[in-house]
């Protein structure tokens, strides 16, 4: 037997827990150290070869047990029948000590495993599900655009579409966060990427509104749940000392999402030939191929997923010994070969596991129909899932819980409606710059002549046209007003934003047009005739979406790099308190700032600066979150704060959106005063720096 499995169950004294540090537990298992020498005709052929500096029982390689083994097995069963007549209380008492043993091993255990190249590989496989989180924020808003000339979208339709994939993010953070305490951390996150992956690919190909705005319901669910696993999964990895600053790197994944969303959607969407047709009905345009390129780092972070572990911190929370164990083993021999140190041993034998106190239920197979036993199982976990709910509100937690409520919504009520405010605001810019350069013709008179140009921002009053002819042409934010239409013909017209009012049209004709009724206002319409009028609706990506916005998207989510960097380097050494309201109140004065923003370029740079003022305290959230839950409740507690994050978002999109054009004061000072309480706020939260993981 080599010295690498001689050494495996020795225990070093950092692991002995005795009032006050650890000992070695009565269970079963073999430890080594100073043991009675075995009887004589305890020995076993099997042993032969046994050197008495050898601790480890050789026999159990062949299958055999350690006669201490079968004692110390014995001498348990007697008090485990006691603990069904013992009090709740108590054995919950016995189990909170036990977890007070557990954090402080654990810490212990991950410090000796180092931090290295297993921790390095699942940072990028959980970054690229925080990425895909990312993107998923900006997809709608790219493809709106197109997708409601695609789809014949009102402006309520819309809306609803903007709205949706946040109150599935909503949804999804909360059930998938409380599911991920009770079925695993890898388990969930893999069920929340296909989710999202099957449903982001299916929406792309959808042809209706209605199933469009399903599929990304769904998948805004999906991918609501990856924030709270993905940040409960990598602490879990994590020494006290590395957990801030690395917690912060991770975050740049959601920023390196937005650059890529902006980036996919600027070079994929403007090439309406990037797609195809089948008949009249069918169409896959560009902006459907950029819905398919963003599922790409959901699908790849699925498949790496595969191969990486569970988080031992949640096997042991539920008793799984061995399977934590054989993990850590894992991490701590990645890490000591990639250092070039493979003769390293990992010397835990034995981690303290706390007490199962949680009544699961076991239905025999012959037990009722299969439905049956898949509601039990389904009602019995949804249950513990809302009693953990509830546990984050007991006396315990509910202070901590009800201000990071708070500095959350405020957070994303703030955030949230300025990134959607922002652009808005630049439209308005350009839509009033656009408004100024119109062309006015009064009292023109034309007849002969046949446009087969574009007419573009122009306004006609009192005109004339007789015997014109407007074949292949297209109207864009035309007006014709108090004009006289006679023996005219259209043909194969196309229009934008084109309204005739108090108009007279005689014995004209209009074939494969989109001049529809509701285009003529208040027009007399004499002897003319509507033939073969085109039908759904028609795109000119060139024309229709606006390359400045995804230029702000991709300036904005830039501009949260040096804010991302200097988090993540101070935020071991000031405290997550501080980084939380510094960057509240910082954030705060840039949103006063706004109202100097009179251009689109000031309104730009106005947005870096908020954004990247602003990522500092949602990093340092994502941190104290963690850290303040104990094992069982962390991605839950989680859960529903990004939950009420989500909420905080819908209503600051659809407050903020609707003051565009009519005042900036109300968004201003709301936002403002929203980052000014939730700052002070947080400067009451208990600093978690210097605590473990519980």
Avoid at 299 to 308: E, G, P, Q, R, T
Wanted: aromatic share 14%; net charge negative; proline share 3%.
């Amino acid at each position: 037997m080599d010295d690498g499995y001689r050494n495996t169950n020795q225990v070093s004294d950092d692991y002995r827990y005795q009032d006050g540090s650890y000992d070695t537990p009565n269970d079963g298992y073999y430890r080594g150290g100073d043991e009675p020498a075995q009887d004589e005709d305890a020995q076993s052929d099997v042993t032969e070869g046994h050197d008495e500096d050898d601790e480890v029982y050789e026999g159990e390689y062949q299958g055999i047990p350690h006669p201490d083994d079968i004692k110390e097995k014995q001498k348990k069963r007697a008090p485990a029948v006691d603990d069904e007549y013992r009090d709740r209380a108590d054995l919950m008492a016995e189990r909170m000590e036990d977890e007070e043993q557990l954090a402080h091993q654990y810490e212990n255990i991950i410090e000796e495993c180092g931090h290295g190249r297993f921790q390095w590989t699942l940072f990028f496989v959980l970054g690229l599900a925080l990425m895909a989180d990312g993107v998923e924020v900006f997809v709608v808003g790219f493809v709106l655009p197109s997708a409601e000339k695609d789809m014949c979208l009102s402006s309520s339709n819309k809306g609803m579409l903007g709205l949706i994939v946040y109150l599935g993010m909503m949804v999804g953070a909360v059930l998938l966060g409380g599911l991920a305490d009770k079925l695993g951390r890898k388990q969930c996150l893999i069920i929340s990427l296909a989710i999202n992956a099957a449903f982001a690919f299916l929406s792309s190909f959808v042809q209706g509104y209605g199933f469009f705005l399903f599929c990304r319901l769904i998948s805004g669910l999906g991918i609501g749940g990856t924030l709270p696993i993905v940040f409960a999964y990598f602490s879990e990895f994590l020494s006290r000392e590395k957990r801030g600053e690395h917690l912060s790197w991770l975050c740049m994944f959601w920023m390196i999402g937005g650059i890529y969303a902006s980036a996919m959607a600027w070079s994929i969407i403007p090439h309406y030939g990037w797609g195809f047709s089948m008949g009249t009905k069918y169409h896959f345009h560009s902006w459907r191929v950029f819905v398919l390129v963003c599922a790409l780092p959901c699908i790849a972070s699925l498949v790496a997923l595969k191969f990486m572990p569970e988080s031992p911190r949640f096997l042991l929370e539920i008793g799984k010994h061995d399977e934590a164990w054989m993990i850590l083993k894992q991490v701590h021999d990645t890490n000591m070969r990639a250092k070039g140190e493979p003769e390293r041993v990992f010397t835990v034998s034995y981690i303290k596991t706390p007490k199962q106190v949680d009544e699961f239920i076991e239905i025999q197979s012959s037990t009722g129909t299969w439905y049956q036993r898949w509601l039990v199982r389904i009602t019995t976990t949804l249950k513990q899932v809302w009693d953990n709910v509830l546990y984050c509100l007991t006396a315990q937690y509910r202070m901590n819980t009800l201000m990071l409520a708070v500095v959350w919504f405020t957070m994303a009520l703030s955030y949230y409606g300025l990134i959607v405010w922002f652009p808005d605001m630049i439209r308005y810019f350009q839509d009033e710059a656009y408004e100024s350069r119109v062309k006015i013709f009064d009292e023109e008179e034309v007849s002969h002549f046949t446009f087969n140009f574009t007419l573009e921002n122009q306004i006609h009053r009192n005109g004339e046209y007789r015997n014109d002819k407007f074949i292949g042409m297209k109207f864009k934010e035309v007006r014709f007003e108090d004009s006289l239409f006679e023996d005219c013909y259209f043909e194969d017209v196309r229009s934008s934003e084109t309204f005739f009012e108090n108009c007279t049209i005689i014995s004209t004709v209009f074939y494969n047009t989109d001049l529809y009724e509701h285009k003529f206002i208040n027009c007399r319409l004499i002897n003319s005739t509507f033939m073969k009028e085109k039908e759904g609706c028609h795109i000119d990506f060139e024309e229709d979406n606006d390359f400045l916005i995804y230029l702000v998207s991709f300036l904005g989510s830039l501009s949260v790099l040096p804010g991302n960097i200097i988090s993540a380097l101070l935020m071991d050494k000031i405290g997550r308190i501080k980084m939380i309201g510094g960057s509240m109140l910082i954030s705060a004065v840039c949103c006063f700032f706004l109202f100097f923003g009179n251009s689109e370029s000031a309104m730009i740079g106005w947005q870096c600066l908020f954004c990247g003022a602003s990522i500092a305290a949602w990093n340092a959230l994502d941190v104290i979150t963690v850290e303040l839950y104990p094992t069982d409740k962390r991605a839950t507690a989680f859960g529903i704060l990004n939950g009420l994050c989500k909420f905080g978002a819908i209503l600051g999109n659809s407050i903020f959106s609707s003051f565009v054009g009519i005042t900036k004061v109300v968004p201003i000072l709301l936002a403002s005063s929203a980052l000014v309480g939730g700052g002070l706020l947080a400067l009451r939260l208990p600093e978690t720096r210097e605590q473990v993981l519980m």
